[in-house]
């Protein structure tokens, strides 16, 4: 049975930094493609960034730059480092096995001063 426990989600300021953390299990998760998605209020869920088992990264939008991904296999761990969080980063960050129906139960972020 995959499961994936998403963590890390807090009310921060403008500006301010957030780590969210996503544990897998259930899966050969070192082999895996990992993605963090985000839903905002009232919105569709995008892609956010994505690594692949071998450690490349993509981002997409406006978060080139602020966000970084990169995980831990060790741990069967994938991290979002936030920085520089703006009010339009508010929403409830999920994670998933890229190009699968498998995902967390989400972790709200909001920014707000």
């Known amino acids: 049975q995959v499961q994936l426990v998403e963590s890390g989600g807090d009310l921060v300021q403008p500006g301010g930094s957030l780590r969210l953390s996503c544990a897998a299990s259930?899966?050969?998760?070192?082999?895996?493609?990992m993605a963090w998605y985000r839903q905002a209020p009232g919105k569709q869920r995008d892609l956010v960034a994505q690594?692949?088992?071998?450690?490349?990264?993509n981002y997409v939008g406006s978060v080139k730059g602020r966000f970084t991904i990169f995980r831990d296999n060790a741990k069967n761990t994938v991290y979002l480092q936030m920085n520089s969080l703006r009010p339009e980063d508010t929403a409830v960050y999920y994670c998933?096995?890229?190009?699968?129906?498998?995902w967390g139960q989400g972790t709200e972020v909001t920014v707000s001063s």
């Open positions: 998933n096995v890229f190009a699968t129906t498998y």
């Open positions: 690594i692949t088992a071998g450690g490349s990264t």
């Open positions: 259930g899966i050969i998760f070192s082999g895996r493609t």
